[in-house]
Structure formats: C-alpha cells, structure tokens
C-alpha cells in the first residue's frame, strides 16, 4: 500500500482532522496544568538555596521557564513549516506557520513578563539588559517582524513567502538566545540569568515544572490547530472552493 | 562571472554620483544624530566618552538603514530589476554587486567621517581607531542583512517603517560587539581582538548567505 504523504496537505482534508484533534489537546492542556500547578504549589519545598535563598516566588518558574521554552520551540516549528512551505509549496504549511506566529509571540512576552517578577524580588530590577533577557527580546520582536511583514502584504501568495523567507532568516537568533545563558566561562560574561541545569534541580518542582511544559506545548497545539481553522475557511471561501459552504452547511445542522 | 559583478557595481556608483544628494543626506543625517545627543544628554566630557561609542554605532545603524530602501527602489519601479532576474547570470551576483555598491556610498563615508564623531566624544586617537575599525568591518554586516528586508519589503506600503521592524532586531550582534570593541578599546587595547574576530566572522556568514537570501527574497517579491 502506498501511503500518500500529502493527503492532509490539503486544506479541505486537514479541516476536519483539526476539528476532531482540537478537543483532545484542549484536554491534554487541562489536565496536565491542574496537575503541575497542584503539585507545583503543595508539593514543592517553600523555600529554596543556601545563602541567598528562593522564597515562595521562585514558584514563578513554572510558568516562566515553561514559556520562555516554548517561545524558542515554537519559532522553530514556525521556521521549519515555512520551509516545508518554501520548498513544497503547499498551502497548508504556510497557514500552520502563520498560525503558530501568535501564539509563538504570546508565549515570548509572558516568559518575558514573568522573568520581570521574578527578577524584581530576586535581582532587585524588573529589567536587566543581560544575555538572555535581551536575547528574548529580540525574539519578541522577531515574531511581530514576521507577523507585520505578513499583514503588510495585500496578496496572500506572496506575503506567505516573503514572511517565510523572513522567518527562516531569524532562526539565526535562535541558537544565539538558548546558548545566551550557558557560557564556557562564567568570569567572562556578565550575566544576571542563572545558568540552566535540569539535573540540579528538586525532584518535585522538575515533575511540576515539565508537567506544566507539557500542558503548554499541547496548548500550542490547540490554538494554532483553532487558529489554522479559521485561516482555512478564510482563505479557502475567498479562493472560492465549494467544499467550504458544504462542510458548514453540514456543522450549522448538526 | 566577475564582469558582470563589476558592470552592475559601476553601473550603481555612476548613477549614484549623478545624483549625490541622495549620498550626501545619509551622511548629513549621520552627523546630525551623533551631533544632536550632546545636546540632550548634557556635555559632561566623562557622560560623552562612556555614550560616545554606542551613540556613534547606533546612528550608523539608523543611516544605513534609511538607505536601503532606496537598494532596490528606483530598479524595481523602472523595471531593471526585473531584467536582472532575467539575465543568465546568478540573481545573488547581481545582489552582491548591489550591496557592494550601497556600502561604498553609505557604510565607507560613515567609516571615513568617524573620526570627526569620535573627536565630538572626546573619544582618544586609540579608541577612535578601533571605532573606524569596527565600523569597517561592521558596516557591511549591515548593508548585506538590510538587503533581505530591502528586497522583502519591497513595494510594500508603509515599506520604511516595516523595514526597521524586520531588520533592526538582526542588528543587534554587530552593534553589541561593534560598540564593545571601542568601549573596551578605552580599557585595554590589545583586548580587542575578539570582538574584532567575532565581527569579521559575522560578515564572513553574511556575506556567503545574505545574497543568496536577498536574491531569494527578491524572487518572491516579484513573481
């Protein structure tokens, strides 16, 4: 039997495939979040290290390291669909990397956000200009890059190659911001960030930690799987193709 | 192969010198921006010499990005560029000897009008040398990233604005590290050496893929 890759490349076939998954990582969100939160507050040690100690606020890393690795991630996977857009040319992948860009920015600004709280009580400042903080930065301002270079363009065709183009040029950044932080030698670069070693870490607030990555990463998959939905009808009903009024003709009577 | 490089470089300096004004104003917008910070953040001679090289860095980065819309404009509204992507020749030749061009009319003036921003500063002559340094190695960087988002954004409404969201933040390394040098120039001189190796490496990445992206670009942008 010949399996044929690119039947879900087409944007009518994937509609309904994507209906039928959005549930199930709505779940997979839900579940594994209760999960790492309860843990992650009831579980975990209050306080923590020796001399300069952690009190309850280092509990923001659960929401910040979980979202400050999706932002790298799902640059990646942006990127990567782009790519597979550039050299397939399929419709499909340049809507799945367009409709992971929001999310992708989302997810930059709360490990952003959260990374200012955290730093205000630890560091003493909301704001460092160290390494990784800027480094994160700069990737924030590379997803509005690729979202305003697509939205500036009126012909879809084109702003889905250009804003393709554009975002595997910024996967330059990428290695640089996940590299920031753990330099050869400490002595030599100034950085506020600690370094990160999972190995280090307490047993329970690593569960809670990757629990909540987790419940994250299925999250992305929701949105952008919500998100790649409605950017099929759209573009799919301005091109004209019929099967779009017949499947909501089908899901308005059901 | 290299005649061609060479047609489309002499090709881009007489048009240029034709018309020098357009030259002329980035260099004036240059001076204007390094000239105006004294003015707003006061005329301590120490405040000066600690802002001196960022400030200077940072408006070559405004100026040479002002002047790559103009990379690509006047070609694609006449029609040449679409010649270009015609011609037997490979499309990122054609770029490279675009951006050449571009560089020799906004990077090298800034380079050679350095020293005098530096003096501004009270930076020393070692330290100002580092900065004419840092920007000879740097200044291209920039002109080869900003042909991406010149031939990106290329016809585009509101095409200027767009450009430095897209490229600016792709700035940042050859600013941090160009700037770096001549802060660190006013510490140590012979400590210099890696900065000056990490900006000639990132020219070394830029300038084998940069073409290849633009004239990548340039394709979408004109289908």
Redesign the interface.
Known sequence: MALNWFRFAAPSAFYPLAGRAIPIFWWLTVIPLVIGLVWGFFMTPDQLGGTNAQKEYYRIIFIHVPTAWMSMWLYVVMAGWAAVGLVFKTRLSFMMANAIAPTGAVFTFLALWTGAFWGRPSWGTYWDWDPRL?AEL?LF??Y??YI??HS??DDTR?AD??AA??A???L??VP?IFWSVNCPDPNQCAALHQRSDLTRMEGNILFSMLTITFAFWMYSFATTLMRLRSLILERESAAGASWVETTLGKEGAS | MFRVFWCILHRDLTLALRRRTDVLTTLFFFIIVVSLFPLGVGTEKETLQTLGPGVVWVAALLASMLALERLFAADYEDGTLEQMLLAAQPLSLVVLAKITAHWLLTGLPLVLIAPLAGMQYHLTGESILVMMGALLVGTPVLSLIGAIGAALTLGVRGGGILLSLLILPLYVPVLVYGSGAVEISRIDFSATGPYFALLASFLLVALTFAPLASSAALKISLE
Do not use: D, E
């Open positions: 800027t700069i301002f590379l509005i890059g305003a270079l500036a363009i084109r190659r250009a183009l554009l595997i040029v910024g330059v950044m640089v």
